[in-house]
């Protein structure tokens, strides 16, 4: 059990460490090269679509509004979001996608789709299950260890 603990520890440990540097890697293309990792994730979490409330997407990411306002106001100024106030309430601020904003979502989610088809591939049926349980006690781990950091 010694030796199963340590081989899983290292390869958590190299695993997020490769994860966030080959994805910087594969994603900061020379169409994207004024892009930073934190700034593609931003875009994910605002996703496609109308557009999003500053709030929501500062929840999706775990930050403070304040801090995504000064990740937003980058983003707006390399024309990769575009802001809009609501006409019902002028405190809320609307957030969307340009065209090049959807481009580098699309490029971040081709990423991902590589990335989690490149698993599968190695896995027969009767593993998938596995592996799903697996990630899923480790996503339990990362929500509780985050919500026992918070109090």
């Given at each position: 059990?010694?030796?199963?603990?340590?081989?899983i520890n290292?390869i958590?440990?190299n695993l997020i460490n490769?994860i966030?540097?080959?994805?910087?890697?594969?994603?900061i293309?020379?169409?994207?090269?004024?892009?930073?990792?934190?700034?593609?994730?931003v875009i994910?979490?605002v996703?496609?679509?109308?557009?999003?409330?500053?709030s929501?997407?500062?929840r999706?990411?775990?930050?403070?509004?304040?801090?995504?306002?000064t990740a937003?106001?980058?983003?707006?100024?390399?024309k990769?979001?575009?802001?809009?106030?609501?006409?019902?309430d002028?405190?809320?601020?609307?957030?969307?996608?340009t065209?090049?904003g959807?481009?580098?979502?699309?490029?971040?989610e081709?990423?991902?789709?590589?990335?989690?088809?490149?698993?599968?591939?190695?896995?027969d049926?009767?593993e998938?299950?596995?592996?799903?349980?697996t990630?899923?006690?480790?996503?339990?781990?990362f929500a509780?260890?985050?919500?026992k950091?918070e109090?």
């Amino acid at each position: 059990m010694e030796q199963a603990y340590m081989t899983i520890n290292n390869i958590l440990v190299n695993l997020i460490n490769e994860i966030w540097e080959l994805e910087e890697k594969a994603i900061i293309t020379d169409e994207f090269r004024d892009l930073t990792n934190n700034d593609m994730h931003v875009i994910e979490a605002v996703g496609t679509g109308d557009g999003r409330n500053m709030s929501s997407i500062a929840r999706k990411l775990n930050i403070t509004v304040g801090s995504l306002t000064t990740a937003m106001n980058s983003l707006v100024n390399k024309k990769y979001v575009e802001r809009r106030r609501s006409e019902e309430d002028r405190r809320v601020v609307f957030v969307r996608l340009t065209a090049k904003g959807v481009r580098a979502y699309r490029h971040h989610e081709d990423y991902h789709r590589q990335m989690t088809q490149a698993v599968l591939d190695k896995l027969d049926e009767a593993e998938v299950p596995v592996l799903l349980k697996t990630l899923d006690a480790l996503s339990d781990f990362f929500a509780g260890y985050s919500k026992k950091k918070e109090s």
